[in-house]
């Protein structure tokens, strides 16, 4: 004998409703639900900036970053440190970057700055060392003896000073750029 399966109950039909779904969820058949993309925005307007101000921030960053660096390269006994030439850079750069906004002659001017900190930082912790050895005072070195301050800097200038002041300008640019768009 055989028995009959009785059948399965239907669900009722609703009229054609469009699917709501996740974004591109596919609708019935394998395509996309009609209106499953966003429709495209705006683009965020550009960030405005002041390249005045941001080239006043950057020479007083400078003078800053080339105190700071002139006193860890006195600490150091006039010892170059990579990291830290790149630090003035960067920072004089993300100064300049940050203030100015987009502007594409802020990231030379970064560089140039991060250039100008370095050699400024140098002399600083030059002039500190001669001030330290001749027992002078800091501004008698600086005002009254400056010729001797930058003949014991070329002095200690070597060839890995290029690299360093290669770091400065280049973080000064790169941050200046990136921080600038």
Request: proline share 9%; net charge positive; hydrophobic share 50%.
């Amino acid at each position: 004998m055989s028995q009959s399966v009785p059948p399965a109950p239907q669900q009722p039909q609703q009229p054609h409703q469009p699917p709501q779904g996740s974004y591109g969820a596919p609708a019935p058949g394998g395509f996309p639900a009609p209106g499953g993309f966003p429709a495209p925005t705006a683009p965020p307007p550009a960030r405005q900036g002041n390249a005045g101000l941001a080239i006043a921030l950057g020479v007083v960053t400078t003078l800053i970053a080339a105190g700071v660096y002139g006193a860890v390269l006195k600490a150091v006994d006039g010892a170059s440190i990579g990291y830290a030439a790149l630090a003035v850079g960067a920072l004089i750069g993300a100064v300049v970057g940050k203030v100015g906004g987009r502007n594409a002659a802020l990231p030379v001017v970064g560089a140039v700055l991060g250039l100008l900190g370095l050699y400024l930082g140098q002399v600083f912790g030059m002039a500190l060392i001669t001030s330290d050895l001749a027992r002078a005072s800091l501004a008698e070195t600086v005002f009254s003896h400056f010729d001797v301050v930058h003949a014991v800097w070329k002095e200690y200038l070597g060839l890995i000073d290029v690299a360093f002041y290669l770091l400065a300008g280049a973080g000064g640019f790169q941050v200046a750029k990136k921080l600038g768009a």
